[in-house]
């Protein structure tokens, strides 16, 4: 996610009986006009006008203004999830303009670390899934929470998944300075059925990457995230087991003790004695430390 910046106001509205059917095809009796609100109108329309602009520049953006008219958004990103790093479509302008450090550190090496991430990675599903949704149970410990979260997405994040294949999934990424509510998860859910048929209409008059994405590196079999974590660790120069690969990855990433037993079907005792074998080897004390060491082997410093 991009850092976070001034969110338009949202319109009060809600969408009516006509709305709430999805679209569906209804017969223009006397009932059916008094349902329809100008506030179905107004969105109706605004869908039309999307679909019009499928193939050009703004599209995203005016997606976005489109969602804010009705819930409150700080930051957002258009990307793409599969084998290596993501495709970033679109993204809110940075603050202080240019290019954000932070969102290029998340392209680089810490999605891996992004709780959608790898809940897509392990199991790829189209829907609307909010932050308490993926998120582990340490999270909001986690060195990539404290230094990358919070000044990016701020508290709170959702997100649409369209998956288009068995490898790639395009996400619409929101993120706001408060939780959203669950009024505003319920009007999400109830317009996604048009925002994920819009983004996977627009995919086929998206330009190509203006550089060619990294290749990550090959996936230990049996691995739920790609090898681009593994390889960035080989680069520590400290031989690890792929059981103490997977414990740090699992660890960085915010999952307790007991998380990573149930993931790797061992004790939460010899997840301990992992913990232990892998900062004795690199020479740390803290998670800090590690996070700080996986940083560096990422930039390949």
């Given at each position: ?50 679909v ?57 090496g ?42 990016n ?11 288009l ?68 660790m ?24 007991k ?18 074998n ?24």
């Amino acid at each position: 996610m991009r850092a976070a910046r001034a969110a338009r106001e949202p319109v009060a509205y809600t969408l009516g009986a006509a709305s709430q059917a999805h679209g569906a095809p209804v017969r223009p009796d006397m009932d059916t006009r008094m349902n329809l609100s100008l506030q179905d109108v107004a969105w109706h329309r605004s869908v039309g006008r999307l679909v019009e602009s499928l193939d050009q520049p703004g599209f995203w953006l005016a997606l976005i203004r489109l969602i804010e008219e009705y819930v409150a958004i700080d930051s957002w990103v258009v990307l793409m999830f599969g084998d290596d790093r993501p495709q970033v479509f679109a993204e809110c302008p940075y603050e202080g303009g240019g290019p954000d450090p932070l969102f290029r550190d998340y392209v680089q090496g810490l999605y891996q670390l992004d709780p959608f991430y790898i809940a897509n990675r392990d199991a790829p599903t189209s829907g609307l899934f909010r932050l308490s949704d993926v998120a582990p149970e340490c999270f909001r410990d986690t060195e990539y929470y404290t230094l990358y979260f919070t000044h990016n997405v701020v508290e709170d994040e959702v997100q649409f998944n369209v998956v288009l294949d068995d490898t790639r999934t395009l996400c619409v990424s929101l993120g706001s300075k408060r939780r959203f509510s669950p009024e505003q998860v319920a009007l999400l859910d109830l317009i996604r059925p048009w925002v994920a048929g819009l983004m996977r209409q627009r995919l086929a008059f998206e330009p190509a990457p203006a550089e060619p994405i990294e290749p990550a590196a090959p996936r230990r079999a049996g691995s739920a995230v790609h090898g681009g974590f593994e390889h960035a660790m080989a680069r520590l120069g400290t031989p690890l087991t792929a059981r103490e690969l997977d414990v740090i990855r699992l660890i960085l990433s915010g999952r307790s003790n007991k998380e990573v037993a149930n993931k790797l079907a061992i004790s939460a005792e010899t997840v301990k004695v992992h913990r232990r074998n892998i900062y004795a080897k690199l020479g740390i004390n803290s998670q800090s430390e590690l996070f700080s060491l996986f940083l560096h082997a990422q930039a390949g410093t």
